[in-house]
């Protein structure tokens, strides 16, 4: 990797659509940014006047139990950004505003797709200011049952390797690996849309999840088949979008990471308790202005996922 000046957009640009759990309608508009200002959400009236805001990142997280959640001491701002931060951190976007009139982020067809062709609409403008990375130094390890996340050093820009393994013949034990550039992120990456079990609607409608979603913006799986009339965009779309939530949950850093990922059998928990992680132990990474040829390795860093979410003083679970 050389390095890199910050970027914004060049335009405004807005979506609009529904959000998938609330099943609210909700238009998103991304607006420019000034340098080092980051990824700030702003939830606004009806009248666009301002009501709060929070920059994305780790400490705002305020819950992941199927989405990841943005908020304050006041409570949530916003739901489900992971797919918009994914688009962002995927396409190297660095300074955005994101305005938001409802309490989640559109789901669109349950990709980044729609994110991606927005931001391409936009169009991205070079900044004077260099781009500041987040290097990993040391192996940083969060473990639960039989799953497990772990950031580690790696010199050659930011790296995801994902496995899942579920219990269903259409999926079963599935693998990917590949360094997040934006011509990867937009060819393998961004279309793999989010999945769900026919046999959990009914249960997760009963706990006020999944409100808004349909073959439209899910990828609906029941016991032997694909549901969506179109099928699966990939063979393996659902490891694709592990390592989509993945990238959106790390980018929660503030910055991008030089380093590898794993995860096993992971989700927006698991990836915000590595993170969180990450961050606590203070000699397990540092902030350069472009990639070192080679990282500091040192001695191999493990939590437990109770202990790792617990360490800084984040806002309560919702």
């Known amino acids: 990797m050389k390095s890199a000046k910050q970027t ?26 000034r340098d080092d200002e980051g990824i700030i959400f702003r939830r606004v009236s009806a009248d666009g006047s301002i009501e709060r805001e ?31 931060l994914a688009a962002m951190r995927g396409l190297h976007v660095d300074n955005v505003i994101v305005e938001i009139d409802g309490p989640e982020v559109p789901i669109m ?27 990993v130094l040391k192996p940083v390890r969060v473990a639960k049952d039989k799953a497990f996340g772990e950031l580690r050093p790696y010199s050659h820009g930011f790296r995801v390797e994902a496995e899942i393994e579920f ?13 997040i550039e934006p011509n990867t992120f937009r060819k393998e990456i961004a279309r793999a849309r989010t999945f769900g079990f026919m046999k ?3 249960k997760l409608w009963s706990a006020g999840y999944a409100l808004g979603a349909n073959f ?12 969506n ?34 995860t096993v059998r992971g989700g927006h928990n698991l990836n915000h308790a590595v993170l969180s992680a990450l961050m606590a132990d203070r000699s397990a ?27 800084p003083a984040y806002s309560p679970e919702v």
């Open 8 to 33: 914004t957009l060049r335009d405004q640009i807005a979506v609009s659509g529904i959000g998938v759990h609330s099943g609210l309608p909700v238009t998103l508009t991304l607006n420019p940014a």
């Open 54 to 84: 929070v920059r994305a990142d780790v400490r705002a997280v305020t819950a992941t139990e199927f989405a990841t959640v943005l908020g304050d001491a006041k409570g949530p701002i916003c739901s489900t950004a992971e797919h918009l």
């Open 109 to 135: 067809d349950g990709s980044a797709a729609a994110f991606v062709d927005a931001l391409d609409q936009a169009g991205l403008t070079t900044r004077a200011q260099p781009r500041r990375y987040i290097e």
């Open 167 to 179: 219990d269903h013949p259409l999926i079963g034990k599935q693998a990917m690996a590949l360094d």
């Open 200 to 202: 959990d609607v009914a």
């Open 216 to 227: 439209a913006n899910t990828l609906v799986i029941s016991e032997d088949r694909v549901l």
């Open 229 to 262: 009339p179109e099928g699966m965009r990939f063979a393996d779309e659902c490891v694709r979008h592990k390592v989509l939530d993945a990238i959106g949950d790390l980018a929660l850093a503030g910055q991008p990471l030089l380093a590898a990922y794993k």
């Open 285 to 311: 990474w540092r902030v350069v202005e472009f990639p070192a040829e080679a990282p500091v390795r040192r001695a191999r860093g493990h939590a437990d996922i109770g202990a790792a979410v617990a360490v």
